[in-house]
């Protein structure tokens, strides 16, 4: 087990287990007034995004909070993958609002949305400040945001339960983020129901999300191999593998072998959705703590550079590799690099995805667990069939050599190189 070492080593010792409470189950969202009433909160600003404002959920949630008495205002704008112009679109309706809480009902992308809206609200400063170093300057808010309810309607993100958020740098081509603790929703609110109209892509996008999530949480470099921090400011949220991390871990890796097939094959199956769902934000509990790696780390640039690619199942307004997906492609390849430094974790990850016990496993025997999943829910065969060729390679290595609060969770030291073969070996994954 990790945390066995002895306090005299520069090794890390502590970890830190903090998660948002979590009310789960089919209808939970109609106690939502209840919910803001109990954080006292008076005027709220509601972020969602055009998609889930048409089908209606917005306006039945908005109704559910002012029955309370409290006030409510929408912002119903949050666009996929998310700009620092878009979020200060976002900021800007948040300070002139004078809001006291903030709910957030949508994907990902509507709670990164409202993440950021709050930290504005309640720190003023410039988006830019805060993002991650080196795009951005690495500020770290002085102080807790106000309350945040975040009331996901896809299955994947866990962003309900984490501590960042995700914003798009078109002039510099990558993905970055915001992160830090009191990024992280007061409470989430979590109904599948809500999830009942979502394409099958999108299922399946964001389910692969949350398999990986789980499984490169379960693989990260051990909290405990790290090197002590000077002071507790200084422990990073992604603190590495860790005991409690691996259980909620390892359950969403069940969850996803168990029921992500169901749920893209039948978006009615109400069973499979709320696994998918639960699993979503148990793998966001175990990958909030625990941090995520290389396929995560490769994905922005993925996504980042936008290659002319308009997924089935995705608004066409403009081209984009959806998450889920600009993840999934280069986990087998990146998982067949990583297996030497853990051979029980990536066996145990490919037992619970497929739900057999494997006697012999090689380092092949993940990726083709992975592959299998990925050929059944309908996934691109690999990023030459989302828009790349070898041409691309040095780009994204570029891109994502920068994640390096990604890559130092590789369980095994990864560098330009071993980035441009992982690349490579994902443009097919069959
Ligand atoms: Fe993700």
């Given at each position: 087990m990790a945390g066995q070492r002895d306090g005299g080593s520069d090794h890390e010792t502590i970890f830190t287990m903090e998660t948002t409470p979590l009310k789960y189950g089919p209808g939970a969202s109609e106690e939502?007034?209840?919910?803001?009433?109990?954080?006292?909160?008076?005027?709220?600003?509601?972020?969602?995004?055009?998609?889930?404002?048409?089908i209606g959920i917005t306006g039945r949630i908005q109704e559910l909070i002012e029955s309370e008495g409290?006030?409510?205002?929408?912002?119903g704008e949050a666009r996929v993958e998310p700009t620092a112009e878009s979020f200060q679109e976002a900021a800007n309706f948040a300070v002139e609002g004078e809001f006291d809480g903030f709910v957030a009902v949508g994907g990902g992308t509507s709670i990164?949305?409202?993440?950021?809206?709050?930290?504005?609200?309640?720190?003023?400063?410039?988006?830019?400040?805060?993002?991650?170093?080196?795009?951005?300057?690495?500020?770290?808010?002085?102080?807790?945001?106000?309350?945040?309810?975040?009331?996901?309607?896809?299955?994947?993100?866990?962003?309900?339960?984490?501590?960042?958020?995700?914003?798009?740098?078109?002039e510099k081509k990558v993905k970055t983020g915001i992160s830090h603790a009191y990024m992280r929703p007061h409470r989430g609110v979590v109904d599948p129901t809500l999830t009942m109209s979502l394409p099958s892509q999108v299922t399946s996008s964001t389910g692969l999300d949350v398999v990986c999530h789980a499984a490169e949480a379960?693989?990260?470099?051990?909290?405990?191999?790290?090197?002590?921090?000077?002071?507790?400011?200084?422990?990073?949220?992604?603190?590495?593998?860790?005991?409690?991390?691996?259980?909620?871990?390892?359950?969403?890796?069940?969850?996803?072998?168990?029921?992500?097939?169901?749920?893209?094959?039948?978006?009615?199956?109400i069973e499979a959705r709320g696994a998918m769902m639960l699993g979503a934000s148990m793998s966001g509990v175990g990958f909030g703590s625990a941090g995520v790696h290389i396929p995560h780390a490769c994905s922005y640039p993925i996504a980042g550079l936008h290659p002319d690619y308009y997924p089935p199942g995705y608004p066409q307004d403009h081209p984009l590799v959806p998450h889920g997906w600009s993840v999934i492609l280069t986990a087998p390849a990146a998982f067949r690099f990583t297996y030497e430094e853990n051979?029980?974790?990536?066996?145990?990850?490919?037992?619970?995805?497929?739900?057999?016990?494997?006697?012999?496993?090689?380092?092949?025997?993940?990726?083709?667990?992975?592959?299998?999943l990925m050929q059944e829910v309908g996934v691109p065969r690999g990023l030459r069939e989302v828009g790349y060729d070898e041409e691309d390679i040095d780009q994204l290595v570029e891109g994502a050599m920068q994640q390096q609060r990604l890559l130092v969770l590789s369980p095994r030291e990864v560098g330009e190189e071993d980035l441009a073969n992982i690349l490579?070996?994902?443009?097919?994954?069959w």
């Open positions: 939502v007034g209840w919910e803001i009433k109990t954080m006292g909160v008076k005027r709220v600003m509601l972020v969602s995004d055009p998609g889930v404002v048409e409290i006030e409510v205002e929408v912002w990164d949305t409202a993440k950021v809206s709050d930290l504005i609200a309640t720190h003023g400063g410039e988006i830019m400040d805060y993002v991650n170093p080196p795009i951005g300057g690495g500020e770290a808010p002085p102080s807790p945001l106000r309350p945040l309810m975040a009331i996901p309607t896809t299955s994947g993100t866990g962003a309900e339960a984490t501590t960042v958020a995700v914003l798009d740098i078109p379960y693989t990260s470099k051990p909290y405990d191999e790290r090197e002590k921090p000077e002071s507790p400011d200084e422990r990073p949220p992604y603190q590495g593998a860790n005991p409690i991390a691996d259980l909620f871990a390892t359950k969403a890796l069940e969850y996803g072998g168990k029921y992500l097939l169901r749920a893209v094959q039948n978006g009615e199956d051979p029980g974790r990536h066996r145990q990850v490919a037992e619970l995805l497929s739900g057999e016990s494997i006697d012999e496993a090689d380092e092949n025997t993940l990726p083709e667990v992975l592959v299998r490579r070996e994902s443009m097919e994954n």
